[in-house]
């Protein structure tokens, strides 16, 4: 294990994951890594880091993230990471369960961001990294709820950035394509569904692209890319042909970009 450095980065979600590779990366870097997950107690040892000190979160909790924030204190460092990944058809998304997975994927991180900064613009240092995703650059049919979260997450994030930079503060995002992670996917539609089928088929065809998906660890390179750069980019695209597909959703019409990721799942 490196030796610390006095940095103190605080990941989110670091039980597995995504997560769990950005906090073995800063570990191995030298910093002093605090990590979360909804119930550190009950993690067994094989899957925790040597050198994370583990702290419960719950995004859903306005009351868990202000007990976290007050805990930390300061860190110059926050990667929100945690986040939930529902799958079904948006006529049927239940209005209740859309402001439950929007209250994980984005007000959760933005109070949580809005605890710590305080702290690094009073030292003016320090770096907040979101982890977004491409669904929320590109279309993805049946993902509407999970992609206009983490839309809203990668606006958040570019508005930040210009209002904090004055105090020399930095903010990124990281927009991952598939990785090979285990992140749930919470499938919501109504009962004989007309959807049922093509949602099904859909799901299968995301699978089968996360089972030869990149591994976390290159997200956890781009978190390392941002903190060695002189003057680290607003947006990062991580995963197999994740700069292609980067390129095309900024470059090419979108009905293009709509047709192609169309044809990706299967729906035309």
């Not at 799958?87 to 710590?116: K, M, S, Y």
Request: with cysteine; hydrophobic share 45%; net charge positive.
């Amino acid at each position: 294990m490196a030796a610390k450095s006095g940095r103190v980065a605080l990941v989110t979600g670091a039980s597995r994951g995504i997560g769990k590779a950005v906090a073995l990366w800063l570990v191995e870097d030298g910093w002093e890594v605090i990590g979360t997950c909804r119930d550190p107690k009950s993690l067994p040892p094989e899957r925790r880091l040597p050198g994370v000190r583990y702290l419960p979160l719950d995004l859903s909790s306005p009351r868990s993230i202000a007990a976290l924030a007050k805990q930390v204190g300061i860190v110059d460092l926050l990667v929100n990471n945690a986040g939930e990944s529902p799958i079904g058809p948006a006529e049927e998304a239940p209005a209740e369960n859309v402001r439950d997975h929007f209250q994980v994927n984005f007000f959760g991180p933005l109070q949580l961001t809005q605890a710590i900064l305080p702290g690094m613009r009073a030292r003016r240092c320090g770096t907040v990294i979101f982890i977004g995703s491409m669904r929320g650059e590109a279309p993805s049919p049946f993902s509407s709820i999970y992609s206009s979260s983490k839309a809203a997450l990668r606006s958040l994030a570019e508005c930040m950035r210009m209002e904090v930079k004055p105090f020399g503060l930095t903010v990124s995002v990281i927009a991952p394509w598939h990785i090979r992670t285990t992140l749930p996917q919470e499938r919501f539609m109504a009962a004989k569904s007309p959807y049922a089928n093509t949602v099904k088929r859909v799901k299968q065809r995301r699978d089968e692209m996360i089972e030869h998906a990149a591994e976390p660890s290159v997200v956890a390179a781009a978190v390392g890319k941002i903190l060695r750069a002189a003057r680290p980019k607003s947006f990062y695209s991580a995963g197999k042909a994740a700069g292609v597909q980067a390129f095309m959703v900024r470059h090419l019409p979108r009905a293009i970009v709509e047709r192609n990721s169309a044809r990706r799942f299967g729906v035309i």
